[in-house]
């Protein structure tokens, strides 16, 4: 999108980060396609098939289009990173905790979970500062949001250590696609 859009050169190491990336998240959403991962299914009900290869074909659009609008935001409206991040998350947050004493009417607060809330949206909102700040540099999408959407590599594999299980064959697989795809777009563009 980047290429067709904004006229941003691709090169090769572009494509083959891409394909990894696709590669990883691919394999991960559908390991439980294959033979073997019943050993490790959670004992709801799982989804029907068409649910996980209808988000592993949409998300990467869909990330992709927020990627360009981000960009379009920076270089063609000219809004700083600072601006525009604090402003979505101040109309989000800001709608949530005016509508959150509609829920505690109703519900116990956990104390414990609304502090390791509040931390866990500090950390949400410097992310997203930085990625921003990354994006509005001009520089191109692919290897910015490829190294920030590398966090789920993290989260799948802590998971699987604090669960105490083996990640499924294809989600090692899946794993190991998305690290050197994430390694090929940012360090190649960094160096």
Excluded: R
Aim: proline share 5%; net charge negative.
């Amino acid at each position: 999108m980047d290429y067709f859009i904004y006229g941003t050169q691709l090169k090769m190491y572009h494509i083959v980060g891409i394909i990894c990336m696709l590669l990883a998240g691919s394999c991960i959403s559908l390991s439980n396609l294959f033979e073997g991962s019943d050993d490790y299914a959670d004992p709801v009900d799982p989804l029907p098939i068409y649910v996980p290869v209808l988000f592993s074909c949409l998300l990467p659009v869909i990330f992709s289009c927020f990627g360009m609008f981000t960009k379009y935001v920076f270089s063609v409206k000219k809004i700083a990173p600072d601006d525009f991040t604090f402003a979505y998350f101040l109309i989000f947050k800001g709608s949530v905790f005016v509508l959150s004493p509609i829920y505690f009417m109703n519900n116990d607060i956990d104390w414990s979970l609304y502090i390791l809330g509040f931390f866990g949206s500090m950390l949400d909102v410097s992310g997203c500062y930085f990625v921003n700040a990354a994006v509005a540099t001009g520089n191109p999408v692919g290897p910015i949001f490829a190294l920030c959407d590398s966090q789920w590599l993290f989260v799948t594999l802590l998971v699987a250590i604090v669960a105490g299980i083996i990640p499924h064959w294809m989600q090692l697989i899946g794993l190991c696609f998305g690290g050197v795809g994430a390694l090929i777009l940012s360090l190649t563009e960094h160096f």
